[in-house]
Structures are given as C-alpha cells and as structure tokens.
C-alpha cells in the first residue's frame, strides 16, 4: 500500500492566520488531492495536482492554494484562515490512472477560532 | 456532469440483521464505482468497486454491491451486521481516466448498529 503522511494531524488557529498542510506520500504517485470533510457535505475537493508545479483548482477552491516543488509533497495553504475552513482535510493520491481510485491520508483536523 | 446521491444521511439497525445502503449516480458516460468506508477518527479506507464484469461484487468485511446500469444504482449490502460496522460510509463515482478527474463523493450515510 502506498504511505501518505499528514502533517499536521490537529491544529487549532485564529481567524487571520496564515496555515499550510503538508501531505506527503512515499511511492511517486503523479496525481494527489486535496478534499475536506464537512458533516451533511461529504468529501468536496478543493484542489489537485497532475504534477510538480502542476495545479488544478477543484470544486471548492476559493481561499485555499497549493504547491507541489517537489512529487512526493503537496502543501495546502490557508493565506487567511476564516472559520468556515473549520473542517478536516484529506489528502489523497491516484492510486490507479485508469479507475481513479484513490488512497486516502489520515486527515488533518483544523479549527478556526 | 458526474453527481452522486446516498438516499439515506443515517441508517440505524440492531445487530445481526441486514442492511442495504442505497447510492444512485449520474453520468452520461461509462463510470467507475466505488464504496469507501471511515472508521470514526479515522481516513477513508476502500471497501469495494466495479470497474467492469460482473455487476455483483464483494469486498471486506462481508459486503457486497450490486451495480444497476439501467438504474445508475450502485448499492451496498450487508446479510447480517456487527457492531463493529458502525461507520460512515461513501458512494463515489469516477468517468475515469481522463486528466484531473477526481472521484465525485456522495455525502455519507452514517451506518449505527446497536445491540
């Protein structure tokens, strides 16, 4: 099984303050996904990447950016945190080019006061 | 454009008897689908899929789903659950592999099962 590492697991912040999340992975997967889990929204992605300094927004990207410098590490950054980003946050990687299966981190959970 | 909708936010159901997670999608092309479970506190693990073949297939922990093309149904079964079941649980949907495309998730049913 691929490894994915979320970095922080738990983060609690104030509303104004800049966060970055960090996901790594071990095997090389090209593509990786950011989502949060929201109660009664289910997972919604936020943004993606197809490979170092590429970049896609998802269906909820507004306030959040992502950077890939490097294949193994996807970062996602709140420039700004407000609190409706109050969520957990996934990473995740294509696990099969073809199907689009996916494996998913642990999950970061951050809280905006 | 690909959406997903699990009919049921919350199925509650006594240990040992059978359950069915319902889960209809929308798609005008030929789609991947996949069930994926969470554990509380947990990541999304995945259950089971169909890619192609036998519309009926199995995956961990005894259950089972039956895919419905003329329905677009993809529903998730269980003969007689454990406690140890109680989870949420995701229906997704894939057109394949075309750039970028992500998995479409439902938004979760939550699986209580009590003694």
């Known amino acids: 099984d691929a490894g994915i590492t979320q970095s922080p697991r738990h983060k609690v912040t104030e509303t104004g303050t800049p966060v970055t999340l960090r996901c790594h992975q071990t095997?090389?997967?090209?593509?990786m996904y950011w989502y949060r889990q929201d109660p009664g929204h289910g997972l919604r992605l936020i943004h993606y990447?197809?490979?170092?300094?590429?970049?896609d927004k998802g269906e909820v990207s507004d306030g959040y950016s992502v950077s890939r410098s490097k294949t193994e590490d996807f970062l996602l950054t709140l420039e700004s945190a407000t609190s409706s980003q109050t969520s957990v946050y996934f990473c995740?990687?294509?696990?099969?080019?073809?199907?689009?299966?996916?494996?998913f981190g642990e999950g970061s959970r951050l809280t905006v006061l | 454009a690909q959406s997903v909708t699990q009919l049921d936010s919350q199925v509650p159901v006594f240990e040992e008897a059978p359950v069915e997670l319902r889960c209809n999608y929308s798609?005008?092309?030929?789609?991947?689908l996949f069930w994926y479970v969470q554990y509380p506190n947990q990541g999304l693990q995945l259950l089971l899929k169909?890619?192609?073949?036998?519309?009926l297939v199995k995956g961990i922990n005894g259950f089972e789903a039956e895919f419905n093309k003329s329905q677009t149904s993809f529903h998730l079964r269980k003969p007689s659950v454990h406690i140890s079941d109680t989870a949420e649980y995701f229906c997704?949907?894939?057109?394949?592999?075309?750039?970028?495309?992500?998995?479409?998730f439902g938004k979760g049913t939550t699986l209580s099962v009590s003694s």
């Open positions: 997704a949907v894939s057109e394949g592999n075309q750039a970028g495309t992500a998995l479409i």
């Open positions: 798609s005008s092309v030929s789609v991947y």
């Open positions: 995740a990687i294509r696990q099969n080019l073809y199907t689009g299966e996916l494996f």
């Open positions: 169909y890619l192609s073949g036998s519309t």
């Open positions: 095997e090389n997967h090209r593509y």
């Open positions: 990447s197809y490979g170092v300094k590429d970049t």
